[in-house]
């Protein structure tokens, strides 16, 4: 089985700055931790990590026929892209939706999630750890 992990803007900056929202773990740790709970799962994992857009939907196309399940955190596209929302309709992967912070004890506009509506599952709340249960989730239910 193969996961891409697709990160947002901004989360590359994880750890220096904003530690109260999301913790003192930096980027690499996150990319430390996908990498150990794939090799404790048995699956490939990719990562992919971009500011922009419609890399992001580029590479959602790109995993058509080659990736089982996606694990996405949109970071601030969450809020605003229904083209990240078509691209992952389009592709048809099963994809968790995961969020480092409780998005719903933020401000109103963070409750609203575009990518969700095509997500089989969204995890929030729960810091890096989220990343592991989406990965779990994936490999439970569509190894
Ligand atoms: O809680 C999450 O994982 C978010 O997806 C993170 C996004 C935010 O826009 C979403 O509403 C919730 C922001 C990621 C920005 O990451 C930073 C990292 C370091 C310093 C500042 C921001």
Redesign the pocket.
Known sequence: MKILVING???N??G???PGI?GRNTFADLLALLEETGKELGVEVEQYQSNHEGDIVDKIQWAFGKIDGIVI????Y??TSVAILDALKAVSIPAVE????D?DA?EPF?QISYAGKACVKTIKGHGFQGYREAMQYLVEQYR
């Open positions: 803007p901004n989360l900056m994880l220096i700055r904003e999301y955190n949109p970071a601030a969450t809020h995961v969020h480092i912070s998005v933020r963070r």
